[in-house]
């Protein structure tokens, strides 16, 4: 068994957050529903839009999602009814998406869909909710420019997919997913009570030139909701940690970095090399899932 599967497989839910498109997030949703254990109960839904053939803004190829017998997945009626399998409808929501109800379905022959489920991180943890007995584990296909669904309160664990379409530059690339990483990794709250600044909104770069101007807060431990809540640029953040403590109310395990080494334009980055500069960067493995594939193959 891969070890990012043996690492999957500890956790009830997991999310896939890119940090672009085209990062591969379908690549590694694949890769996961390919290489569970064939037992496995999973059910899998995308806040978003994943499965299409091709990408309607670059014109590009994209991989298809396949489900085989026994998966449970979520979408919209519009894309159920586009569905290429042979599937049995658990339930239909009352709640509605800009593309119809969300439909719940059972897979009873392997086939190819279209997802686009739930549209907020409440109506995610819902239908998590819901399904949750009947399953094993939860996969959530997220996006990043929508940060409160890569949220704890949705799902235990995270996948981090970057690459080549959110920078050709490797050491930028390498530079900015380090330092989300750093942020998904927060120390939970201490439970020493004392000494605390609790932060309930968006941490920006003005409020940490706040709490950095100000003296009588100095040597305190700042407390922030969850990572998702941080948009404060890189540089600033790093001046904050020098002299504060941050921590967290809540947090999910980081279980892997997934990269694409190729960006839509055709630039391809080393990917030995890239995996590796993202290690040394993050201390979290990283792979090329399409280059683990095609090992796997040829053996």
């Known amino acids: 068994m891969h070890s990012l599967i043996e690492a999957l497989v500890r956790h009830k839910s997991c999310s896939l957050i890119g940090m672009e498109k085209n990062t591969g997030k379908t690549v590694t949703l694949n890769f996961l529903l390919n290489h569970l254990p064939p037992h496995y109960r999973v059910a899998v839904t995308s806040i978003g839009l994943d499965g299409e053939s ?13 489900l085989r017998e026994g998966m449970l997945f979520a979408t919209s009626e519009k894309h159920y009814l586009c569905r290429k399998m042979v599937s049995e409808i658990i339930d ?5 998406t800009a593309l119809g109800r969300l439909v719940t379905a ?3 022959q392997t086939g190819k869909v279209i997802l686009s489920g739930p549209g907020s991180s409440q109506s995610v943890r819902r239908w998590m909710d819901e399904i949750e007995k009947k399953t094993d584990l939860i996969l959530v296909d997220g996006a990043l420019s929508r940060k409160s669904l890569a949220s704890p309160t949705v799902s235990q664990s995270m996948i981090l997919s970057t690459g080549a379409a959110y920078s050709a530059n490797i050491d930028r690339l390498v530079r900015d997913t380090a330092y989300l990483v750093e942020l998904i990794q927060l ?6 009570e004392d000494n605390k600044i609790y932060l309930t909104g968006a941490v920006t770069n003005r409020v940490l030139e706040s709490l950095m101007n100000d003296k009588t807060k100095a040597d305190k431990e700042i407390v922030i909701q969850d990572f ?6 890189q540089l600033l953040w790093h001046r904050l940690t020098k002299n504060h403590h941050v921590s967290v109310k809540q947090k999910s395990e980081l279980l892997a970095i997934t990269v694409n080494p190729t960006a839509p334009n055709g630039m391809v980055l080393d990917s030995d090399k890239l995996c590796r500069m993202m290690y040394e960067a993050t201390g979290v493995e990283a792979y090329d899932l399409m280059k683990v594939e095609s090992l796997e193959l040829n053996v």
């Open 54 to 66: 091709q990408d309607q803004v670059t014109n590009t190829k994209k991989p298809e999602i396949t």
């Open 92 to 96: 239909v929501s009352q709640e509605r």
């Open 106 to 108: 059972e897979v009873k």
């Open 187 to 192: 120390p939970l709250e201490t439970q020493n």
């Open 228 to 233: 998702t809540k941080v948009f404060a640029e």
